[in-house]
C-alpha cells in the first residue's frame, strides 16, 4: 500500500558481565562505514552551529501536492536554487515515488535512493532510507533507533553537534537537526524518521550551511511530495543498513546494524563491545582479555565456559561445540529459565583471548535469526 509521509530480558546478562570486566584497554569511538548498496554520504558540506534551524517541519498531508510552479519559485525572497521535476518518477524497485530535484543524479540502492545536486550548486544531497525491522516496535524502542542511528551514522564528522531533536508518540515520528564539517566544510543536515509497520523510513537533506535558507523551502517541497510502498521496502533484509566496527587494538572488525545501540566499557584487562537491537532482544558482544599473560588453548575453553554459565546464565546449556577452520571454537547454547539462546566463539592469540557472543531472546528468533547469521560471517579477527 502506498503512504504519504506525515510531519528484555537478555538486558540483565549483559549487565553482569559488563560488571564483571570492570573487575577483570579500551578502543576509540566506533567510526560508521556505509555498507553495501548504501550510497556514500554526499560529497558536500556540514552546517555551523550559528545556522538558524526550524523548530518544526511542517508534516506532509496524506495527498501528495502538486509539484511546484513557476509562480511558487517566483514567491520565494530569492531565485530557487533548484527544482522539481513535474512529474513523479519510482525509484529503489517502486519503494518511493518523488517529484526528484532535477538534474541531480539519482544512485538507487535496496530500498535506498540518494539525489546529488551537480557540481556548482552548495552540496546539496537528498538521501532516503528504509529499514526493515522485522515487526512494528514500540515507541521506546523507535526512540532507540532515532538514537543509535544519529550516533552511529554521523557521530564520527567533525563538529557534529546536534541542534534540533524531537519526537512524536502518537504518530511515531521524529526530527533531528545537526551540524557538522564534511571534509572541513560546515554543513546543515536534517533528518526526518517516520515509522510505518515495520518499516523506519530515514530521509536526510544535506546542504552547505550558508546556502541553508535558500534550499529549505524546496527540500521542503520535496518532503511533502514524497509517496512511499511499505510492502515493497518490507522485502528487504531486517535491519540490511551496516557499518563496519573496529575492536580495541584493531583485534576484530565487524559489521553491524546501523541503528544497533553501541556501548563500550573497559579497564586495565578488558574490553567489552556491546551492540543492542532497538527493541533489546538481540543483542551482541565481544569481550577481549589481556592480562599479558598466554593463554592456552585448554584454558581458554575453561574461561569461556566459566563466562557462559556465571554471566550469561547459571543454567547454560550448551548444543553445539565445533572447532572453526580459523582454529576458533564455536559453543551453541540456550538457557531454558531464561528463554534466550546464542552462539559464541572462543579463542586465544597470543596473550589476548576473545569471546564473541550473538544473543536473542528465543521468542524473538525468527526476527533475529538471520541477521545474526550475517553479523557472525562478517566477523573477522585479523
Not at 528484555?8 to 553482569?16: D, E, F, S
Not at 515507541?139 to 553537534?161: I, K, L
Not at 580459523?326 to 531454558?336: A, F, I, K, V, Y
Amino acid at each position: 500500500m502506498k503512504q504519504n509521509f506525515h510531519p528484555l530480558l537478555l538486558l540483565g546478562a549483559i549487565v553482569l558481565i559488563i560488571g564483571m570486566a570492570c573487575n577483570l584497554g579500551g578502543s576509540p569511538p566506533p567510526t560508521p562505514t556505509l555498507e553495501p548498496t548504501q550510497p556514500p554520504p554526499p560529497t558536500n558540506t556540514p552546517l555551523p552551529t550559528d545556522t538558524p534551524v526550524p523548530t518544526d517541519t511542517p508534516a506532509p498531508t496524506e495527498t501528495s501536492p502538486p509539484p511546484p510552479t513557476e509562480d511558487m519559485s517566483s514567491s520565494q525572497s530569492q531565485p530557487a536554487p533548484f527544482t522539481l521535476d513535474s512529474t513523479t518518477t519510482t525509484y529503489a524497485d517502486g519503494v518511493y515515488e518523488v517529484y526528484a530535484p532535477t538534474g541531480w543524479a539519482a544512485d538507487e540502492g535496496t530500498a535506498a535512493v540518494s539525489f546529488a545536486e551537480p557540481d556548482g550548486g552548495a552540496n546539496g544531497f537528498i538521501y532516503l532510507q528504509a529499514t526493515n525491522t522485522g515487526y512494528e516496535l514500540d515507541f521506546a524502542s523507535f526512540q532507540r533507533f532515532v538514537e543509535a542511528r544519529e550516533a552511529n551514522f554521523f557521530g564520527s564528522y567533525d563538529n557534529y553537534q546536534q541542534t534540533t531533536s524531537k519526537f512524536n508518540e502518537e504518530k511515531s515520528l521524529a526530527f533531528v537537526a545537526k551540524t557538522l564539517d564534511f571534509n572541513g566544510i560546515p554543513q546543515v543536515v536534517e533528518t526526518h524518521y517516520d515509522q510505518k509497520g515495520q518499516i523506519i523510513y530515514a530521509i536526510d537533506f544535506w546542504v552547505d550551511a550558508d546556502a541553508y535558507d535558500a534550499y529549505v523551502p524546496v527540500y521542503d517541497e520535496f518532503f511533502s511530495g514524497i509517496t512511499v510502498d511499505s510492502k515493497k521496502a518490507a522485502q528487504a533484509n531486517v535491519y540490511n543498513w551496516v557499518w563496519t566496527f573496529t575492536g580495541p587494538a584493531d583485534l576484530f572488525t565487524i559489521k553491524i546494524p546501523t541503528a544497533w545501540r553501541y556501548e563500550h566499557d573497559a579497564n586495565d584487562t578488558t574490553a567489552v563491545d556491546t551492540f543492542y537491537s532497538p527493541d533489546e532482544h538481540a543483542i551482541v558482544q565481544n569481550v577481549a582479555y589481556d592480562d599479558g599473560t598466554a593463554i592456552s588453548k585448554s584454558e581458554a575453553g575453561a574461561f569461556a565456559l566459566s563466562l557462559l554459565r556465571n554471566f550469561y546464565a547459571d543454567d547454560v546449556k550448551i548444543t553445539g561445540d565445533k572447532v572453526q577452520p580459523d582454529g576458533s571454537e564455536r559453543l551453541t547454547w540456550s538457557s531454558p529459565s531464561g528463554e534466550y539462546s546464542g552462539v559464541s566463539f572462543f579463542e586465544s592469540r597470543g596473550t589476548t583471548f576473545l569471546l564473541f557472543t550473538v544473543m536473542y531472546d528465543d521468542a524473538y528468533q525468527d526476527t533475529y535469526l538471520d541477521t545474526l547469521d550475517y553479523i557472525i560471517s562478517t566477523y573477522d579477527v585479523p
